[in-house]
């Protein structure tokens, strides 16, 4: 039962870096990548930064920025094998 749960979540995380892939290149249309980048008005609430979607995939991907995580991005042939050879924490 182990076994499926890290396959899953394997899954799940080569999904979430492919689709990064296709907003980032714009393949999604402009408004995606709009919502990802722009900035929001106003004052956030005190006390730590909560996570957002990006920072996820930033993790994943090895990067320390959001630049060096959109430049990994735009190469689709670098980043396909990155996804393709991505394992989980445990080695699997």
Do not use: C
Not at 11 to 40: C, D, N, T, V, W
Not at 59 to 83: A, F, H, I, P
């Amino acid at each position: 039962m182990a076994d499926f749960g890290e396959r899953l979540l394997q899954q799940l995380m080569k999904r979430k870096l492919r689709y990064a892939g296709h907003i980032i290149r714009g393949s999604s249309g402009p408004l995606l990548q709009l919502f990802l980048e722009g900035k929001i008005e106003g004052k956030r609430e005190q006390g730590r930064p909560r996570r957002n979607w990006m920072d996820g995939v930033k993790e994943l991907s090895g990067s320390t920025s959001y630049g060096d995580t959109k430049q990994k991005l735009e190469n689709r042939e670098e980043w396909r094998d990155m996804v393709a050879n991505l394992r989980t924490e445990d080695g699997t």
